[in-house]
């Protein structure tokens, strides 16, 4: 079983920028596709990107343009950059692979 861990969350400013981390550790017989979720308070949990081994990305339509997310596999590492962003991208931010699942970061942005 593999451990996610998120980082980098916090409070920002509107039009501000921060960049999430998800780091793996555990059993690690080969990472393949990293996602980002979210989910805001009330609402579904949300994808919002993903990338796979040969770091082909995928982005939702709602933070397109707006979130780049990478892969740094010597540190068995994955990041969301995330730009230009609004209150309404308040959320708890997960990462996951497969079936495992982070405990979440918090992101705030303030009007």
């Known amino acids: 079983q593999v451990q996610l861990e998120e980082s980098g969350g916090g409070l920002v400013q509107a039009g501000g920028s921060l960049r999430l981390s998800c780091v793996a550790s555990?059993?690690?017989?080969?990472?393949?596709?990293m996602a980002w979720h979210r989910q805001a308070p009330g609402k579904q949990r949300e994808f919002i990107g993903d990338i796979t081994k040969s770091g082909v990305t995928t982005y939702s339509d709602s933070m397109k343009g707006r979130i780049i997310i990478s892969r740094d596999d010597t540190k068995n590492s994955w990041y969301l950059q995330m730009n230009s962003l609004k209150p309404e991208d308040t959320a708890v931010y997960y990462c996951s692979h497969g079936s495992d699942w982070g405990r979440g970061t918090q992101v705030t942005v303030s009007s």
């Open positions: 555990g059993w690690i017989s080969g990472i393949y596709t």
